[in-house]
């Protein structure tokens, strides 16, 4: 069972690597900041725009490895609708889940992130998975252009 569960999770993370959503640049984005993770060598630029309170819509470029590619394209699909204040909730408990402090897991609220949760198995990769959430973060706070994981 649970290796079939594995087997589900490396597939959604295998098809969001090969067929990332969102991956396009928004002329119209009123929200725009690059996240780095130097230890893996992943880059994007995210892309939000915001109306009233509310992400109407999210993409990304960029290049990085498996991991932060899908988590990046599951995360713009996730947040899109979402107001600020639910997108900062996102992040904390998807931050909670890869770090492991989380002691219960919101499936319901995480939803198709959850196929990213055995990155806590590999402390090397936790920055990997983190990194599009950290950008959404400083690009919910708008106050830096600009991230690095390090
Ligand atoms: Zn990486």
Same mark, same amino acid.
């Given at each position: 069972? *649970? ?10 993370? *295998? ?7 969102? *991956? ?69 408990? *998807? ?18 992130? %959850? ?13 990997? %998975?983190?990194? %599009? ?18």
């Amino acid at each position: 069972m *649970f290796e079939d569960l594995r087997d589900l999770y490396q597939e959604v993370i *295998f098809d969001h690597n090969r067929n990332p959503r969102n *991956f396009r640049v928004m002329a119209d984005a009123n929200r725009q900041v690059e996240g780095f993770n130097p230890l893996c060598g992943d880059r994007l630029t995210l892309f939000l725009k915001i109306d009233d309170h509310v992400i109407t819509d999210a993409s990304f470029q960029g290049s990085g490895c498996a991991i932060s590619t899908a988590s990046v394209s599951l995360m713009t699909e996730i947040v899109k609708g979402k107001t600020e204040t639910e997108a900062d909730a996102l992040f904390t408990q *998807f931050h909670e889940m890869t770090t492991g402090k989380a002691e219960h897991i919101d499936l319901e609220a995480i939803g198709k992130l %959850a196929v990213l949760a055995g990155v806590r198995e590999y402390p090397a990769r936790v920055k990997c %998975a983190t990194l %599009a959430w950290h950008t959404l973060d400083a690009a919910l706070k708008n106050q830096a252009s600009s991230i690095s994981t390090e």
